[in-house]
């Protein structure tokens, strides 16, 4: 693997609301994303992993082009997504970057056939004939492992697992290198989320598809993914190999998250206290977003905000107190 | 490869529920008003062929002739003018009119709500703001100077009419809009690389079109009334051209001495409105996809159970919950859709059963139907027995079963957001429930109430009984409901996913809290999940389930270790481990077979890598295996 950078974002801010009202009061804004950067290598399967609330669904609209950030750039092969006019043409970049959404039946229009929403994409974005089209298509079709003939029906006639491969089609219909996954499996049972999963490794061999695979479930994430990020109130808190954040994590929130998994049978830190609550991202903390939570706390985190640091090859992470062999014991 | 292909057949079954058009047929008013309607139009379209007198040739010597006079079927006017032809003719103005001033304000407001919904913001701060002062005149002050500025007419009526009812287009249609501009679609047709014009002209728009023909319909008539009204008072259509508020307002002065001439317009006025309004309401319920999904039935107190059901005694009790072949189904139009299919399980004193199964396989209308939760109509439970304590739950009555619920029995549902009550604050909530059940007095129940919010660990109890939902985060929600569920000392608590909406680290805890409290209350617990972690976590038992059938129950540590159905067995390898890395996921081909097409062998056969022609030969009885294990499959001997 290359370890040149497909798609480079450097701190990332995005704040919601915010503002002056009329009578010149200030507004209350939501900091969803608050100051990432990371790299997203060409062919590799990126994991961004945390639970609601923490921003992956707005970092993925802001890498996608359908959210503005409100600081920092977004780079692909290098170039600012923003142009000169500082707006991001959003045309030229849906020709590289697609989205998976999360719901695969609400992100097909209703009342259009299968065939319209595939059309649309090849039309707009690659400008093709009608002979090209109807070739296309059906070449699609057959990628997704759907039979051609589904393409006269409506998005309602379809299951879950369908849906989702039709959500597939339409981003392999701009010819996309880069794809951006947004929990594309959560909304599917299991047996059908093996299909959609093993749909997208064989396409990423393929067609060489660099992807983001944003998700909550770790099971998945372990399976699928090449690189993790983790991230925790609008920030990431944790980023490596997912072998080594998932045998060796080192951000007492990755173990968390990792002890939290229902069924584990061991688990490294002791049980997590009834009381806490997350905190509020209209109001962040000052120190560590997760001291509140850890179980190593010191007043150090509750002061300052702790930077990413390298502790390996490709392993970062932010905490002054970093979990290692030593001082986690097994709980159960 | 072709997964996807082999599971629906190329020929597209047609769905059992009604049309539009059936369902308005149904309703026998707007039936009647699309008769009467349809006279009504075809009556003025065939006018001008009609052998009618002119309308407009006066003839002095026959003025204010009676109805019925020969050659005047209808009499005549005070300038001795043919009734019959004057009405028919002015029918035809008023509707042209006001059909053309619906169109006119159909596509001004629907236009102005589109382009406010979809832009948002400033655009939709002005547009709307306009429309807001539109609607602060009385409407037919706002007609009358409209008529005033442009001078009388009936074009100038018709621009004033169509004025005054742009907001109700405009309010209707950017409501459904805001909506649609956040739904993903919206966005994947961006990415798609289509532009705002594209995207509101080919992506919104149909999926406003609906409501904006529900709006037509609903407004076509008050605009004719409308029309009726400005030419009545002498600022529509002007002579000789009638319509029927001009012929109505000619006939006022006669009202006395020819009563006809002003009652004939008046009744023709009344039948075309009435016509039109009543078939505008059916085409609305017709429509509306709110209505059509039943919204406006009222459904049932409990869930209808089969008389056959209904008289079935209870058997003998062997653990503290018995279901015994239990069948529930949804009669849809001409379709029988089979949820439940006969599951047999019981669940014994403080034990907890974990139901298993992916969407569609029932688990859910299973629990619901135990306390008759399921939504009647369309839901029937068919057969079986629901026995808890020497009582047949599908045969006690409505107040007995009443006390059972939230009593003995209680229920924890999957998104707290949506079965609190948002307007009460959650102590209230408790204390209702508390009340319900047991003679407290307010003070009395609300201590219990805090008492019961510190049973779930909420921090600060007493403060947080006064918040409402809103205020709470999702797990801390979800406790409140699980202290609503124990708040009656429940023997029996089923809680149907209730951790599927969590975060995993919330989930953790709230698994944490109910196997604490399980184990301090002694009460049993049915447990639906979808999750084999969850049920690895929690339970004792679990039971799988497929297509409405339990294909294997037993001990959860020995399901999990040898499943002995092919389906457990691919079920719990396509779960991708936290712990290990698979190289390649194993994948479940196909789809489960549909509720209300179901084959009569083994219901897994067209998944199952070790089908056999027997399989599909006859049903497969669930067999017990050991003592403690079940399977439904022919070959569950030679696995275990």
Known sequence: M?????LEVRELVKHFGGGLTLLRKQRPSVQAVRGISLKVVSGEILGVVGESG????????????????????????????????????????ARRVQYIFQDPISSLNPRKTIRDILSAPLMYLQGLTKQQRQQRLDELMTQVNLRPEFLERYPHEFSGGQAQRIGV?????????????????????????????????DLRESLQLTYVF?????????NFCDRVVVMYLGRVVEEGPVEAIFSQPRHPYTQRLLDSVPGQSVRKLPAEDDAVELPDPMHPPVGCAFAARCPVATTECRQSDPELETLATGHRVACY???SNSNVKDHD | MTVAGTSSSPAVKKSGRAGPFKLLMRNQLAGFGLMVLAVILLLVIVTPWLPLADPDITDPSQRLLPPLTPGYWLGTDQLGRDMLSRLLWGTRVSLAVGIVATLVAATLGSTIGLLAGYFGGRVDGTLMRGIDMLMAFPYILLALAIVAVLGPGLLNALYAIAIVNIPFFARNVRGVVVTLRNREFVDAARLSGKGDALIVLTEVLPNVLPVIVITMSTTVGWMILETAGLSFLGLGAQPPTADL??????????????????????????????????????????LDPRLKAGALMRPAARTRVSDQARHTAAQKQQGLLDVVDLRTEFHIGTEVHKAVNGPTFSIAPGECLGIIGESGSGKSVTAMSLLGLVASPPGTIMAGQVNYRQENLLAVDDERLRRLRGGELAYIFQDPLSTLHPLFSIGDQLVEALRAHQPLSYRAAWQQAVVLLEQVRIPNAKARAKVYPHQLSGGMRQRVSIAMALANKPQLIIADEPTTALDVTVQAQVLKLLNQLRHEQGSSLMFITHDFGVVAELCDRVAVMYAGELVEVGPVAEVLAKPVHPYTRRLIACVPDVNQVADRLTEIPGLPPKVNDLPPGCKFADRCDQVTEACRAAPVELEALTETRQARCIFAREVL
């Open chain 1, 54 to 93: 923490c921003g992956k669904s707005t970092l993925a609209k802001m890498l996608v082009g359908l959210d503005q950030p409100s600081t920092g750039t977004i780079e692909l092969d290098g170039i600012n997504l923003k142009g000169a006019n500082g707006k991001v043409n959003l045309k030229q970049h």
């Open chain 1, 2 to 6: 290359t370890t040149q950078a497909k």
């Open chain 1, 169 to 201: 089609a339409r981003a392999l219909a701009a010819e996309a290198e880069v794809l951006i996954l947004d929990e594309p499996v959560s909304a599917l049972d299991v047996s059908v989320q093996a299909q959609v999963l093993n749909l997208f490794k």
């Open chain 1, 321 to 323: 107190h970093p979990l």
């Open chain 2, 245 to 286: 508020g001009s012929i109505l307002g000619e006939g006022r002065r006669l009202i006395i001495n020819a009563p006809h001439v002003a009652t004939l317009p008046g009744v023709v006025i009344f039948v075309l409105v009435m016509s039109i309004n009543l078939l505008g309401d059916g085409v609305r319920d017709a």
């Open chain 1, 214 to 222: 944003i998700s909550h479930d770790l099971g998945v994430v372990r």
